[in-house]
T-cell receptor, first 110, second 114 residues
Framework: GQSLEQPSEVTAVEGAIVQINCTYQ??????LSWYQQHDGGAPTFLSY????GLEETGRFSSFLSRSDSYGYLLLQELQMKDSASYFC???????????FGSGTRLQVQP | DTAVSQTPKYLVTQMGNDKSIKCEQN?????MYWYKQDSKKFLKIMFS???????INETVPNRFSPKSPDKAHLNLHINSLELGDSAVYFC?????????????FGPGTRLTVL
């Protein structure tokens, strides 16, 4: 089976940088994804890492280390609208569905 | 244009009733899913269909029955609703375009069982 661990809550101020870590255990590995979910909304795709290294998309970057079974989401120049829950998710080589972490609630304060 | 749509958005019903949730995607994807998100925000896979064929059926009570009339639609029927079925149900479809592996979620159906 698969399991993922991420912090339950993170608080930061506007303009700051925050890193949300995710460690995973899986019997196989296909890639690590990140999703954002605002209260009352649907999860929306942010990024995907299949290989080691950093992927950058605007203010958001995602990093993966397959040897450490570890990844993180980096949010820069935080804005109030970034307040949301962030989920890491893995797909292993045997399945076609994602297993999600329990989510990290990010609160951005003025 | 809505990519993944679900109806209804809200569903309030009594224990013991039977209800259905409909999902449609206009993205041309082959794979669709049903996820359940509980009050603690745990998001868990329930079912997955690929080209109308069931490929994942997690440990879900058999009161839940998915149906895929074609690859653009995946409906969820729930019999004999129980209090513990109260949750938000998300439909999703999957793209493997380019180098990403992306799931597109519908807006969710908030089911409340009284």
């Amino acid at each position: 089976g698969q399991s993922l661990e991420q912090p339950s809550e993170v608080t930061a101020v506007e303009g700051a940088i925050v890193q949300i870590n995710c460690t995973y255990q899986t019997s196989g590995f296909y890639g690590l994804s990140w999703y954002q979910q605002h209260d009352g909304g649907a999860p929306t795709f942010l990024s995907y890492n299949a290989l080691d290294g950093l992927e950058e998309t605007g203010r958001f970057s995602s990093f993966l280390s397959r040897s450490d079974s570890y990844g993180y989401l980096l949010l820069q120049e935080l804005q109030m609208k970034d307040s949301a829950s962030y989920f890491c998710a893995v797909r292993d080589t045997g399945r076609r569905a994602l297993t999600f972490g329990s989510g990290t609630r990010l609160q951005v304060q003025p | 244009d809505t990519a993944v749509s679900q109806t209804p958005k809200y569903l309030v019903t009594q224990m013991g009733n039977d209800k259905s949730i409909k999902c449609e995607q206009n993205l041309g994807h082959d794979t669709m899913y049903w996820y359940k998100q509980d009050s603690k925000k745990f998001l868990k896979i329930m079912f997955s269909y690929n080209n109308k064929e069931l490929i994942i059926n997690e440990t879900v009570p058999n009161r839940f029955s998915p149906k895929s009339p074609d690859k653009a639609h995946l409906n969820l029927h729930i019999n004999s609703l129980e209090l513990g079925d109260s949750a938000v149900y998300f439909c999703a479809s999957r793209s493997l375009a380019g180098s990403t592996d992306t799931q597109y979620f519908g807006p969710g159906t908030r089911l409340t069982v009284l």
